[in-house]
């Protein structure tokens, strides 16, 4: 069964005005790329967890801020290039990126060193158009941005 994460993207503004939050993933695998480097904030989901939830807590965690507790719309899910499906919802919200808070994470660097390091899971977040945040995002959640445009066109 392949991995499932659920995610929220907050957005503000309407039409060419749109902007989302994405976050950069960290650590240090990621620390010197930045296009196709970034994502939604998103969490993995064990057996019998309620998407939403987890996408509220992972949103919390990675971010150190409660989404908007209403308005959420459903972008649906998509599959990216490892298997894993991500489901996501759009949130208009607003929040300040140079005041996020992380979680942190384990793991062995340098590798094959057998030291620990501990690392924020995000270590930045900022605000992008959709054209922007088309070249930052891992490629599967482009969608999600095109998803909401297409919600944010309709009449």
Known sequence: ????????LLYRGSGHGLEVLLVHMG?????RRDEGAWSIPKGELDPGDDAAAVARREFAEELGHEPPASGWTDLGEVRQAGGKHVRAWGVRGDLDPDRIT???FEMEWPPRS???????EVDRAGWFGPEQAARKLVAAQRAFVERLLALDDAP
Request: no cysteine.
């Open 102 to 104: 992380s979680n942190t």
């Open 1 to 8: 069964m392949p991995k499932r994460s659920a995610g929220i």
């Open 114 to 120: 057998g030291r620990r390091a501990s690392f924020p």
């Open 27 to 31: 650590g240090p695998l990621w620390a």
